[in-house]
């Protein structure tokens, strides 16, 4: 049996400062080594002074996550000498004199299996550290600073998953949930970052770190485990270590053994206080936090009639609920729903293109009411919000300029009929003999007006033309 666990790193990018000082935690507008302080460098006799905000995010997340959050949190100083920690010890949580972390004990379930979360953590980035070249082979290590002391949650799972799948699922739930609840921007380079570990038929457990998306995690998880049951299977014992994804290699490669959390010689963090969360702070937190995106669908299925796969695809993503939410009236709906799911998304597909893209809610429904008039075509619509998410011209604007009115008079189109029964004489006798094939005929004339003949007409119009 496959068992497989999850940390998770998130970055709390949504937030101003970093977690002990006041440097940006948007460290990624900065040219290197700007974006720092005495503070998030460690000098002597700097002291570091605690993010409320940061805290407040971490509760929501361990909230959202059905976790318990202790009454009173603490932090901690984890020592190791790296040269991405100027202060030689990371500030951060730990739960092993009592629950002390922002959370725990929580759970998501992925396709009706819970999947427990462990413990969530408020802690603080390293530093980056740039090799130039191949890092194995390189004379020249740059260091990066402008990301220590930036605000960072860890999510720590049991080793619930049974396959790289789930982990898969797993994930897109998280960055979903992280992105709804306007903390975090997942789809950021580095703004979320995962370690897992993997042990099969009750061996040992080995951890796999270094990988820079989910993507490459889930076929990390892959080769990992069919690394795992060929040494099983030929009786070889499985090492307990620490493994890193090469990405160029796609294999897993032993970097280092296991280090014991006794390495780090944790001790409290004395220089700041124990944080109070208090009853009506965990209220106030959850009236602030934004509908959740299960509920959300299940409002658009209940209200609006929206099919609930509909409804999912648009509630789990900020962007098109966003658009949806802003242009919906209750007549028209279902009507923009369908528009989202199968033609914005078509092509504002990534979350730079959503960035980019000049669509408001406003065109949305002008489309709809362009459609439902019929002034123009579901296929026009299409061309025409391609046009207006580059420019974001005024729907009625774009219409004009793109010509893309319906043709929907009778003889305007009868014309083209008549043209293309002269052009496809074999297709009007197989359409005679199997009416199935009308919508060759159909495609055909949609060719001939760029896609602005009513279809509905048209077919009629062929219908009767053929005698049928
Ligand atoms: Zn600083």
């Known amino acids: 049996m496959t068992k497989i666990g999850l940390e998770i790193h998130c970055q709390l990018t949504k937030l101003e400062s970093k977690l002990f000082c006041s440097c940006k935690a948007n460290y990624r507008e900065f040219e290197p ?17 605690l993010n409320q905000k940061a805290v407040e995010s971490a509760a929501s997340i361990a909230m959202a996550l059905s976790c318990e959050t202790p009454d009173k949190i603490a932090f901690f100083r984890k020592n190791y000498f790296y040269p991405d920690l100027p202060k030689n010890f990371q500030i951060t949580q730990l739960n092993v004199y009592g629950d002390m972390s922002v959370g725990g004990e929580g759970y998501v379930n992925v396709e009706n299996k819970k999947i427990k979360i462990r413990r969530i953590q408020l802690e603080e980035d390293p530093g980056r550290i740039i090799y130039e070249g191949a890092s194995e082979r390189t004379k020249i290590t740059l260091i990066d600073y402008n990301r220590a002391g930036t605000p960072l949650v860890e999510i720590v799972t049991d080793p619930d998953f049974e396959s790289p799948r789930q982990v898969r699922i797993f994930l897109n739930i998280l960055s979903d949930l992280l992105e709804n609840l306007g903390v975090a921007e997942p789809g950021l380079e ?12 009750g061996g040992n457990k080995v951890e796999i770190k270094n990988i820079g998306s989910f993507h490459d995690l889930e076929k990390a998880l892959h080769f990992e485990i069919t690394r795992q049951q060929s040494l099983f299977e030929r009786d070889i014992e499985i090492a307990q270590e620490t493994r890193h994804w090469d990405d160029r290699r796609k294999i897993t490669v032993s970097s280092r053994s296991k280090e014991e959390d006794q390495d780090y010689r944790y001790f409290l963090e004395n220089d700041i206080p124990w944080v109070k969360i208090d009853q009506s702070t965990r209220d106030t937190l959850k009236e602030n936090m934004p509908e959740s995106i299960s509920s959300k669908k299940d409002r658009y299925v209940e209200k609006f009639d929206i099919a609930p796969q509909v409804a999912e695809i648009i509630a789990s993503d900020r962007y098109y609920s966003k658009l949806f939410e802003n242009s919906y009236s209750d007549s028209n709906a279902k009507d923009i729903a369908n528009l989202i799911t199968t033609d914005v998304i078509g092509f504002i597909d990534t979350k730079e293109k959503q960035q980019n893209s000049k669509i408001t809610s406003q065109h949305l429904s002008d489309l709809i009411d362009a459609m439902n008039s019929k002034t123009i075509t579901r296929n026009s619509a299409k061309v025409a919000l391609q046009e207006i998410m580059k420019t974001g011209k005024d729907t009625k604007i774009v219409l004009n300029e793109l010509d893309l009115g319906q043709v929907s008079d009778s003889s305007e189109i009868e014309n083209i009929i008549s043209q293309i029964f002269e052009e496809e004489k074999q297709a009007v006798i197989d359409a005679k003999e199997r009416p199935e094939t009308v919508n060759f005929l159909v495609g055909k004339v949609m060719q001939k007006t760029k896609g602005k003949a009513d279809p509905v007409k048209t077919l009629e119009l062929i219908k009767s033309k053929l005698g049928q």
């Open 33 to 49: 080594n700007h974006n720092i302080c005495p503070v998030c460098m460690g000098l002597p006799g700097s002291l570091p002074r």
């Open 190 to 201: 580095g703004a979320m970052r995962a370690d897992g570990n993997v042990s099969i038929e």
